[in-house]
């Protein structure tokens, strides 16, 4: 009788085992370099859970430190007043890390992207893989019927267009008829929203004939509602997702740091476009979520950018979801 050597055995079976999943990695790599030059070894980081009966995946588009949180939060405060808001909370007082999360909703009838990230524009400085991300979570560029755009600032928008063509070519588009109405106003020019200006009109304006428009209270489908949550930008929307008895709130920019905006939502940002509406709409939105006790997910909350808030003295502590919607 032949002997056989187990190690040889193992080693084969091992091998064949492997031989799937090694396809598998190249197939999706092979996917994601189609839509980009990509040269990251390893896929963006990437969150699945569901809402009732709605896939939630959130992509980590980039993530980047932003220098001195001074400079963008608590403007209105002493240096040192956000310094030891910070340090009480086990953060560093002198710099902060800043991400970006764009989500997609497989509702059955639709896959909908909520925001397209920093695109082709951030790649230099590592930015802009949201498109990797979605392949590593098994969906492709065509795969998304609708685009949701919470508001027009660069890193929202910056994905909408790859190589001068539409970036999710099977797409039709939606957004807040106040924000599209504010930005493609040739009155932009010569103003501080200039910049804004020409980014809308290269990368929004030519997909006006595939865009609808809402106000408050619009749907985007069954189970998705957009809520005016004005200040961050002039027609910034929110989003509110429903099945099957669950919820959750995509927060967009209302805050834009877990500490810094939720704990002070009177301190002023340096990116809300008008400061006061947005400190009134942050406590707006937050009061009702937390009264309701409605998970949220924050486009700059820490990665995967989801969870809760509770009331606390005059503002509201960040609470991270854990396996709430697993079970």
Do not use: C
């Not at 056989?4 to 999706?28: E, F, K, Q």
């Not at 963006?44 to 588009?61: I, L, M, Q, S």
């Not at 947005?278 to 009061?287: E, L």
């Amino acid at each position: 009788m032949v002997e056989i050597n187990r190690r040889v055995l193992l080693g084969g079976a091992g091998l064949a085992l492997a031989s799937p999943l090694i396809m598998t990695r190249a197939a999706v790599a092979q996917a994601a370099d189609s839509a980009m030059d990509i040269d990251h070894a390893m896929p963006p980081e990437t969150h699945r859970f569901k809402v009732g009966n709605f896939e939630v995946v959130v992509v980590k588009d980039g993530a980047r430190a932003s220098g001195k949180p001074q400079a963008i939060f608590g403007i209105d405060q002493t240096p040192d007043a956000v310094g030891e808001l910070l340090q009480a909370n086990f953060l560093p007082p002198d710099n902060f890390v800043n991400s970006f999360a764009p989500v997609l909703v497989n509702t059955g009838s639709d896959v909908i992207l909520f925001d397209t990230g920093m695109g082709e524009g951030g790649r230099a400085n590592g930015l802009g893989r949201l498109v990797e991300g979605l392949t590593a979570a098994g969906y492709t560029r065509e795969d998304v019927s609708i685009v949701v755009l919470t508001h027009m600032h660069g890193d929202h928008i910056g994905g909408l267009m790859e190589g001068g063509q539409p970036a999710f070519p099977n797409a039709r588009y939606v957004t807040g008829q106040v924000e599209y109405d504010f930005w493609v106003d040739p009155a932009r020019a010569g103003t501080p929203a200039e910049g804004g200006h020409k980014g809308v009109l290269a990368k929004v304006k030519p997909l006006a004939d595939k865009m609808t428009f809402i106000v408050d209270g619009g749907d985007v489908v069954s189970g998705i509602t957009g809520m005016a949550a004005f200040g961050h930008s002039p027609g910034h929307m929110i989003y509110r997702l429903e099945s099957e008895g669950r919820q959750l709130v995509l927060a967009a920019d209302t805050a834009n740091h877990f500490v810094l905006s939720l704990q002070k939502p009177e301190w002023e940002v340096k990116f809300d476009m008008d400061k006061t509406a947005a400190a009134a709409t942050r406590r707006r939105v937050f009061d009702m979520i937390s009264t309701d006790r409605l998970a949220f997910l924050g486009y700059h909350m820490p990665f995967p950018a989801v969870g809760y808030v509770e009331k606390v003295d005059t503002g509201y502590r960040y609470v991270p979801k854990s396996y709430q919607f697993d079970i």
